[in-house]
C-alpha cells in the first residue's frame, strides 16, 4: 500500500508538473524580418512589410531603422493600446538609431495562429496615430484589416505598457548578425592590416572573407534551430 501511495503520489506530482509546463513550440526555422522605419514610406513611420503570414514556431525578427521606435503588441479593438492583461509583447525602447539599423533586433516565437496587432509606442511624433502599426496572420475572412485598424488609430491617445521604457518583454534583444558580421569583418580588417607582418593585399582579404562568412553561417544556424 506504501508503494502503491507513492506511486499515486509521484504520478499526481509528474502530470502535476505537465500541466503546468508552458506548451512547447518547435522551431520551423522559419525567420520574418520585419523593418520597423522606412526610408520612403509614410515618411518613416511605417513597418515593412507591415502584414505577415506566418506559422506556429515561426521567428518574427524586427530590424529598426532610423527613429526610436518600437513595436507593442496590442488588440484590433484597442489601437495604440497595449494588449489587455499586461503579457503582451513589447520590445521596449532599446533600439534608437540615427543612421542604418540599430546594432541589435528583437526577436519572439509564433506560438498561435491568432491575429498579432502591433503598433510603435513613440509620442514624440505621434507614430500610432500616423499610421505606424501593422499585423501577423491577419484573418483574411474578416473585416478586421490593417486599414481599419489604422483609421481607428487615429483619433486615440498612445499608451505604453510599461512604465520603464526599456523594459521588453516575450522575446529576445539580440546582435543584428549581419551587423555584427560587418563590424567584426571591418575589425579584422584593420587588425589584419596594422597587425599583419606582410601587410595587406588580395590574397590575405579573401582568405578572411572565406573563413568569415563560414563562421557567420555556423551562427546563424545555430541561432536558429
Ligand atoms: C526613445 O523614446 C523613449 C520613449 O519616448 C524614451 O524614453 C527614450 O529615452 C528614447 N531614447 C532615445 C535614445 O532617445
Known sequence: MVAYTSLAAAAAFFFGLTAAAPPTVRST???HRIFAGST?????????????????????????????????????DKPCEPLAGGAGIFAGFNFATKEGEAPNVFQFTVKDTQPFWYYCSQTAGNHCQSGMSGVINQNFNSDKTLAKYKEMAKNTVTKQPSADPLASQGGWIVPNKP???????????????????DGWNSGDYVGIEWSDRRRACDFGRNNLV
Open 29 to 31: 526555422g522559419v525567420v
Open 40 to 76: 520612403v514610406e509614410n515618411g518613416g513611420l511605417h513597418f515593412e512589410p507591415q502584414n505577415v503570414v506566418a506559422e506556429i514556431g515561426d521567428l518574427i525578427e524586427f530590424h529598426f531603422l532610423p527613429k526610436n521606435h518600437t513595436m507593442v503588441q496590442s488588440s484590433f
Open 179 to 197: 551587423f555584427a558580421f560587418l563590424a567584426f569583418l571591418k575589425w579584422e580588417a584593420v587588425v589584419g592590416w596594422w597587425g599583419g607582418g
